[in-house]
C-alpha cells in the first residue's frame, strides 16, 4: 500500500480457473479460495491474496470517508487492462476474510468494498474474462481510493499511450 498524490493505493494479486464465468449483471468478487464452482457467476479471479478485511488500514479509511475507488485490472501476460469506478461509503465494514465484492447497487456486508460501480463481472473486457478461465492466469489488481476518479483514469491513459514500463 503507497499514498500517492492520486490517493492511496493497495494492490491484490490473484489467479484465474476454469469455472470462472464473470457474467453476473450487478456485482464483481474477488476471493482467496482456491476452488471455485460454476455457481459463482460474479467471481472474477481465485487465490486472491487479499480480501476485504486484509485491505490497508488507510485506504479502508479513505473509502469509509467516502473517496472514489478506482479498480484497475491488469493481465499482463496477454497485455490487456480494464478499469472500473465505484464510491466508498461510511457503513462499508470490511469484515469479510475470505472475498472481497464490488457491486453497482449500494447493498452493503462484511464483503463490500465499493457501491455504485460503473462496472460489474459482466462488464470487465471480454478477453480478461477469457484470459481468467486459466488456472495459470494471473491478474494485478490496483485499488486507489481517490477525491479524483478522472485525474487517476487520465494518468491511466496517459501510461498506456507512453507504453507503460519502459515506454517511450
Same mark, same amino acid.
Given at each position: 500500500?503507497?499514498?500517492?498524490?492520486?490517493?492511496?493505493?493497495?494492490?491484490?494479486?490473484?489467479?484465474?480457473?476454469?469455472?470462472?464465468?464473470?457474467?453476473?449483471?450487478?456485482?464483481?468478487?474477488?476471493?482467496?479460495?482456491?476452488?471455485?464452482?460454476?455457481?459463482?457467476?460474479?467471481? $472474477? +479471479?481465485?487465490? %486472491? !491474496? =487479499?480480501? &476485504?478485511? /486484509?485491505?490497508?488500514?488507510?485506504?479502508?479509511?479513505? *473509502? #469509509?470517508?467516502?473517496?472514489?475507488?478506482?479498480?484497475?485490472?491488469?493481465?499482463?501476460?496477454?497485455?490487456?487492462?480494464?478499469?472500473?469506478?465505484?464510491?466508498?461509503?461510511?457503513?462499508?465494514?470490511?469484515?469479510?476474510?475470505?472475498?472481497?465484492?464490488?457491486?453497482?447497487?449500494?447493498?452493503?456486508?462484511?464483503?463490500? $468494498? +465499493?457501491?455504485? %460501480? !460503473? =462496472?460489474? &463481472?459482466? /462488464?470487465?473486457?471480454?478477453?480478461?474474462?477469457?484470459? *481468467? #478461465?486459466?488456472?495459470?492466469?494471473?491478474?494485478?489488481?490496483?485499488?486507489?481510493?481517490?477525491?479524483?476518479?478522472?485525474?487517476?483514469?487520465?494518468?491511466?491513459?496517459?501510461?498506456?499511450?507512453?507504453?507503460?514500463?519502459?515506454?517511450?
Amino acid at each position: 500500500m503507497v499514498e500517492h498524490d492520486l490517493g492511496v493505493i493497495d494492490e491484490i494479486v490473484a489467479r484465474g480457473h476454469p469455472n470462472i464465468k464473470a457474467s453476473h449483471r450487478t456485482t464483481l468478487e474477488i476471493t482467496k479460495d482456491a476452488w471455485l464452482t460454476p455457481r459463482g457467476d460474479c467471481i $472474477i +479471479a481465485v487465490s %486472491s !491474496n =487479499k480480501s &476485504a478485511s /486484509d485491505l490497508n488500514p488507510q485506504l479502508k479509511k479513505a *473509502l #469509509k470517508d467516502g473517496l472514489w475507488l478506482v479498480f484497475i485490472i491488469s493481465a499482463l501476460k496477454i497485455n490487456e487492462y480494464d478499469y472500473l469506478v465505484a464510491r466508498g461509503s461510511p457503513s462499508l465494514l470490511f469484515t469479510d476474510s475470505r472475498s472481497l465484492v464490488i457491486r453497482k447497487s449500494s447493498y452493503i456486508d462484511g464483503r463490500t $468494498i +465499493a457501491i455504485n %460501480s !460503473n =462496472k460489474a &463481472a459482466k /462488464d470487465i473486457h471480454l478477453k480478461i474474462r477469457e484470459y *481468467l #478461465k486459466s488456472p495459470d492466469a494471473t491478474i494485478r489488481v490496483l485499488l486507489i481510493a481517490t477525491n479524483s476518479p478522472d485525474a487517476v483514469l487520465a494518468k491511466l491513459e496517459d501510461f498506456i499511450r507512453k507504453g507503460g514500463p519502459g515506454g517511450t
